[in-house]
C-alpha cells in the first residue's frame, strides 16, 4: 500500500501561507495608514502657535514651578484641537506637564482674531488645586 499524501494537501498549505502574508501585509499597511494620520494631527497641534503660547505661559508660572518643580516634560499627546481660518481661529487645549517635585495638566482655551491669539482661559490642575494662570501673569 502506498503512503503518499494526496496532491491537494500541498496546495491547500500554499494558499493558506499566502493568506497569511496577505493578512499580515494589510494589518501593517492600516497600522502605518492610521499611525502617520494620528502622528501628524499631534505634530500640527505641538506645532501651532496656540500650543506655544500655552507651554510658554506654563514656564512662566512661579506658582506652577512651586508646586511641581523645574518642568521635565510634556505628554506625547495633547488632548483638544485647533481650529485656524485666515487670521481669526480657536484653540481648546489639555495638555499633561511633569516636574521633578509632581504633575499636573494645563487646560487653556485661545481665541484667534486679527492674527493674534488671546488667551480666554488657562487653568494648571494639580491633584488637590488650582492655579488660574491668567490671574498669575
Not at 24 to 51: E, H, R, T
Not at 56 to 71: M, Y
Amino acid at each position: 500500500m502506498d503512503n503518499k499524501k494526496p496532491g491537494y494537501i500541498k496546495w491547500i498549505l500554499i494558499g493558506c501561507g499566502c493568506l497569511a502574508l496577505l493578512g499580515a501585509g494589510a494589518v501593517l499597511f492600516f497600522a502605518l495608514v492610521f499611525g502617520g494620520i494620528f502622528g501628524g494631527v499631534m505634530g500640527a497641534i505641538k506645532n501651532s502657535d496656540a500650543y506655544k503660547m500655552s507651554v510658554e505661559l506654563v514656564e512662566k508660572s512661579s506658582e506652577v514651578k512651586e508646586e511641581i518643580g523645574n518642568i521635565k516634560s510634556y505628554g506625547w499627546f495633547p488632548g483638544g484641537s485647533v481650529n485656524v481660518n485666515g487670521s481669526s481661529g480657536e484653540a481648546k487645549l489639555n495638555i499633561s506637564v511633569t516636574g521633578e517635585k509632581g504633575e499636573g495638566t494645563v487646560e487653556t482655551e485661545l481665541v484667534k482674531k486679527g492674527g493674534k491669539w488671546n488667551f480666554t482661559s488657562a487653568v494648571f490642575y494639580l491633584k488637590n488645586k488650582e492655579i488660574d494662570l491668567l490671574k498669575e501673569n
